[in-house]
């Protein structure tokens, strides 16, 4: 699976933005897709993910009520909404892929077997 994530940029506190990542490569309903983070000096956090329908989306708690997940499987596009941007939202965001049917996919890196190149926000006070 090849995933290309575009989207990011400069933007200011209160902002809102929507990152796109294509996935090419496999079947991409069959996988449960991830976004990830990772700030200067800080170890690549998970962000959000959904299930390969659609269905079920799960949040980290410093984003719940501020980011939406979504994915649109007939264009093999999973979406990250980001609202409210505050600064210390500002990161380098990654979609991942999860071979996975279920419908309680992974929130570690460990989880997740493909990575996109990823896509640079940063959110200025």
């Known amino acids: 699976v090849q995933l290309v994530e575009s989207g990011g940029g400069l933007v200011q506190a209160g902002d809102s933005l929507r990152l796109s990542c294509a996935a090419s490569g496999r079947t991409f309903s069959n996988y449960a897709m991830g976004w990830f983070r990772q700030s200067p000096g800080k170890e690549r956090e998970f962000v959000a993910t959904?299930?390969?329908?659609?269905?079920?989306?799960y949040y980290a708690d410093s984003v719940k009520g501020r980011f939406a997940i979504s994915r649109d499987n007939a264009k093999n596009t999973v979406y990250l909404g980001v609202n409210s941007l505050k600064p210390e939202d500002t990161a380098v965001y990654y979609c991942?892929?999860?071979?996975?049917?279920?419908?309680?996919?992974?929130?570690?890196?460990?989880?997740?077997?493909?990575w996109g190149q990823g896509t640079q926000v940063t959110v200025s006070s």
């Open positions: 959904v299930t390969g329908s659609g269905g079920r989306s």
């Open positions: 991942a892929a999860q071979n996975y049917a279920g419908a309680y996919p992974s929130t570690t890196l460990a989880g997740y077997e493909y």
